[in-house]
């Protein structure tokens, strides 16, 4: 019994040491951290929440040698894409802007030591301070990303120092100059100013990035400064080796600093200028080489003798004026012409001309026989269609005349008219020797012979005029217009492909990045 009450004793003694332990340690925990937190807390309170010296987020903080100091840097992630067509280029940045508010230094605040060596806030707290006005002058859309949550943090140095920094994209505008499109260089810039600070109250300065206490930078990468390109020697804009550009690629980046005069005074302007040259081998495949294809193959019909190559130039015009058509839908409306478009034209050019070639040559090349048949026609018609109306003298003879002559016609349409008119003349011979035998005629009815054989005679004159040159008439004309075509046209177009490379030379990549 005695044994029992002795373990039972010890067991109670070991419980309650073991729930003595239990609770001093709790005690220690419960006490170091809200020691922490409460420091914190002390400090916001003492700053933000002192009745005795509230603070004001409307008033901008105040400098004693002038204007508050903006620094400014930027980390550029992503850059692209880049439109022609609504002349804007996208960039996804980490901007990080730097000043010094003295109402929110908790160096001297009295707190115990140590202090923390920065505090960090989200989003929040930026209803409950001041910060800079900063928007970018030359965008036309942008956004914060908030995923999974707005990325957007604060950081506060005991000595007043704030740090701001976010997570954006930006769509900014862009003049492109296309005169030398596709082979063009286009210079973009940024602009960043405050929207309601003079350069009196506000100035913005580039500045080099802290690495050390920004973690915007980090990728996948072991080195931590390994995604970086340093710009003129200085971390005031970086960018990641991760870009990439589909048509373009990135020359040079430089950064200054302008002042901006207004109406409603100086502002202090941060300016950023991008180079972009173009890559031109997508285009040179594209467009250029289709459209050289094109015109050599307008020239195949120099070469074959058929009604083929008529067809040819057509479907090469046509295909060529789809292939412009395609290039100019994708590009903006602009007043000038670009280098692409000397070129098309050119091409179309030289397919129209082998188009009109062909034309020329297949009129020439027709046969004389083909030719004549419309005007023998006319000109029976309009021997048949002569008529005389003699005033005095017996009408009769003159009707027996006439009447003959279109007997004769229709006896010998089927000969060529040289000889009908040739028996005419015979007849008008036949007729002045009849009259000079017999009795004398009146003078009005010899005057309407000679009107109407006269004018006999200017027809058989006019149809020896009208004959076509030999040239004309024999095929060997047209072999010769196809013979110099098959030289001219390919060494014409020779020239003008060295003049046109000789000024529109493109820019290779010479990029510092």
């Known amino acids: 019994m005695l044994t029992r009450l002795l373990l039972l004793g010890a067991l109670v003694t070991i419980s309650l040491n073991t729930v003595g332990v239990g609770m001093a340690t709790t005690s220690k925990i419960d006490t170091t951290i809200p020691r922490s937190s409460n420091k914190q807390q002390q400090i916001l309170t003492s700053l933000l929440h002192n009745d005795s010296k509230p603070y004001d987020k409307r008033l901008r903080p105040q400098s004693a040698d002038g204007p508050l100091y903006i620094n400014v840097s930027m980390h550029i992630k992503h850059l692209g894409p880049i439109s022609e067509y609504l002349m804007t280029f996208d960039m996804t940045i980490y901007l990080r802007q730097y000043w010094i508010d003295d109402r929110l230094r908790y160096d001297n605040l009295g707190i115990a030591q140590p202090l923390p060596k920065w505090l960090t806030f989200n989003d929040d707290i930026e209803n409950e301070i001041w910060t800079p006005d900063s928007f970018f002058h030359s965008e036309t859309n942008s956004r914060i990303h908030n995923v999974p949550s707005r990325n957007l943090y604060f950081k506060l140095y005991p000595d007043g120092r704030m740090y701001m920094s976010f997570h954006a994209?930006?769509?900014?505008?862009?003049?492109?100059?296309?005169?030398?499109?596709?082979?063009?260089?286009?210079?973009?810039?940024?602009?960043?100013v405050s929207y309601g600070y003079t350069m009196e109250e506000v100035s913005y300065r580039w500045t080099e990035s802290e690495v050390d206490d920004d973690h915007d930078h980090a990728d996948d990468d072991d080195n931590e400064d390994a995604d970086f390109y340093i710009v003129n020697d200085k971390r005031a804009i970086t960018l990641s080796k991760y870009i990439t550009l589909s048509n373009f690629y990135l020359i040079d980046v430089k950064y200054d600093t302008r002042v901006r005069k207004l109406t409603t005074g100086k502002w202090h302007t941060l300016l950023g200028t991008f180079t972009f040259g173009r890559n031109t081998l997508y285009f040179i495949i594209a467009t250029y080489v289709p459209s050289t294809l094109l015109v050599i193959l307008s020239w195949i019909g120099f070469w074959i003798g058929s009604n083929i190559r008529g067809s040819i130039s057509i479907t090469s015009v046509l295909t060529l004026t789809a292939l412009i058509n395609t290039t100019n839908?994708?590009?903006?409306?602009?007043?000038?012409?670009?280098?692409?478009?000397?070129?098309?034209?050119?091409?179309?050019?030289?397919?129209f001309a082998s188009l009109m070639e062909y034309t020329a040559v297949s009129f020439i090349s027709q046969t004389p026989e083909k030719k004549q048949i419309p005007k023998k026609q006319n000109d029976d018609d309009n021997i048949s269609s002569?008529?005389?109306?003699?005033?005095?003298?017996?009408?009769?003879?003159?009707?027996n005349s006439v009447g003959q002559i279109r007997t004769s016609e229709l006896s010998t349409r089927s000969q060529p008219i040289d000889n009908n008119v040739s028996s005419i003349v015979e007849h008008r011979q036949s007729l002045e020797t009849t009259s000079s035998a017999g009795d004398s005629k009146p003078v009005g009815e010899r005057s309407a012979y000679e009107q109407?054989?006269?004018?006999?005679?200017?027809?058989h004159n006019w149809i020896?005029?009208?004959?076509?040159?030999?040239c004309a008439l024999e095929t060997s004309c047209a072999t010769k217009i196809d013979n110099i075509s098959r030289v001219v046209f390919p060494v014409a177009f020779l020239l003008f492909s060295i003049v046109y490379w000789a000024i529109y030379t493109p820019k290779f990549n010479d990029s510092k990045f």
Do not use: W
Not at 464 to 470: A, F, L, N, S, T
């Open 329 to 351: 839908n994708n590009m903006p409306t602009v007043s000038y012409m670009k280098a692409i478009d000397v070129y098309y034209i050119c091409c179309f050019i030289f397919i």
């Open 169 to 192: 994209t930006v769509t900014n505008s862009c003049d492109f100059d296309l005169q030398m499109y596709p082979m063009d260089v286009q210079t973009c810039q940024i602009r960043i």
């Open 452 to 459: 109407l054989l006269n004018l006999f005679h200017r027809l």
């Open 464 to 470: 020896k005029r009208k004959k076509p040159r030999k």
């Open 386 to 399: 002569v008529r005389v109306d003699v005033e005095n003298g017996p009408k009769s003879e003159v009707v």
